[in-house]
């Protein structure tokens, strides 16, 4: 369970060759098989209801606006998808974001975010400050290098600077460019009990890593991303079709999904919609884009000018668990007593995977124009 090996495909075929009439055959090979690797990750989620709580439940339900337990529940799920969908997008380090700030504190210092996921260039303040939410765990790293103290929980945050506020179990010295981790887990003070090195490949990992899956672009150049595009400018019907030519040359894949931020949305719906000619006065409001074959989606969570573009046969996702219904609510037979406490735990747990088959099946734009 701590490793699974998946075949990648990575070589291309060769050795055709053309005979005359009754002349030798080709050469007998196939390219050699290459492996990866990948981990199994898991997120759990839990809230607690007292027997109180159960008894008012029992006995004025009728009364109540929401049930209390269906409230925690689905905000607990709630929490959990959240935090998933921005997995989607980052590595598999964990890391959310760095910080620029230097100072040594217990707690009230204002910690400046900048570069989500690591990455420079994606330092949207308000994109920043929305991966937190206060009263989330965090941790402070270096190198992937627990700082001392440096597990606390988020009392204020800040989306003009953009910035978030961290009281702290100790005096915490911070430095310019370290990480900041979601530290959940209870009792525990080391690096074990923050999210490091426990996310799946996500998008970015995948396009720009030198390194996936166990398997280095460096040993096997077809282990590339087909496109990784930094000149920005707008997203056009041109760089569409690059990015489907790239992913057909590197992979004779076919580009089906579109994921791009909310902003880069907006300016291609608003560039399209000023290059259309309309016959009558009336004018439709749903500028949806469409494109054959190609599904587009956007996100709140999608990193700010950023277009990721893929062929979802390369891309697996393995669940070992079931994935909690759509409503998200449990009842008090779903629950377990809580040790030493009047009242109960519930929670949901979800385990899985996201290997990727081929990387020349994926590609992206980023430093597009938004609106």
């Keep these: 369970g701590r490793e699974n090996l998946i075949p990648l495909d990575v070589k291309r075929g060769y050795g ?3 005979i005359t009439d009754g002349g030798y055959e080709a050469r007998t090979v196939t390219p050699a098989m290459n492996e990866g690797s990948f981990s199994f990750v898991q997120a759990n989620g839990r809230f607690f209801i007292s027997r109180f709580a159960q008894a008012l439940d029992q006995k004025a339900r009728k009364k109540q606006i929401v049930r209390q337990i269906k409230y925690q529940s689905k905000k607990t799920l709630e929490g959990m998808a959240r935090r998933c969908g921005l997995q989607y997008y980052g590595f598999t380090t964990g890391v959310v974001c760095l910080t620029s700030t ?10 400046t975010l900048i570069d989500a996921f690591g990455q420079a260039g994606i330092d949207n303040a308000a994109y920043l400050a929305s991966l937190f939410e206060i009263g989330d765990g965090v941790a402070i790293a270096t190198g992937g290098s627990l700082e001392t103290n440096a597990i606390g929980l988020i009392t204020a945050k800040s989306a003009s600077m953009p910035s978030i506020t961290v009281t702290w179990a100790g005096s915490v010295d911070c ?6 981790y979601f530290a959940n887990a209870v009792t525990d003070t080391t690096i074990t009990a923050t999210d490091r090195d426990r996310w799946p490949t996500g998008l970015l990992d995948n396009i720009t890593s030198s390194s996936v899956m166990g398997l280095a672009t460096s040993s096997e150049s077809n282990w590339a991303a087909a496109l990784n595009n930094t000149d920005g400018g707008r997203f056009s019907a041109t760089k569409l079709k690059k990015m489907k030519q790239a992913i057909m040359n590197a992979s004779d894949g076919t580009l089906t999904d579109i994921v791009w931020s909310q902003g880069v949305e907006n300016d291609v719906e608003a560039g399209e919609r000023a290059a259309r000619i309309y016959q009558s006065s009336s004018m439709d409001l749903d500028m949806s884009i469409k494109a054959k ?3 587009f989606r956007s996100s ?6 950023y277009v990721f573009g893929y062929d979802r046969s390369g891309w697996g996702k393995k669940l070992l668990t079931d994935k909690p219904n759509e409503d998200g ?3 008090f037979g779903d629950l377990y007593k809580a040790e030493d406490r009047s009242g109960f735990k519930g929670g949901f747990d979800l ?5 990727i088959r081929c990387r020349g099946k994926f590609a992206m734009y980023s430093g597009i124009t938004e609106q």
């Design 300 to 305: 709140q969570l999608t990193p700010p000018g």
């Design 16 to 18: 055709t060759a053309m």
């Design 351 to 355: 385990i899985w995977a996201t290997p």
């Design 175 to 180: 430095d310019a460019n370290d990480e900041l």
């Design 329 to 331: 609510s449990l009842d």
């Design 293 to 295: 074959g190609i599904s």
């Design 102 to 111: 230097n100072a040594t504190a217990t707690s009230g210092q204002a910690y």
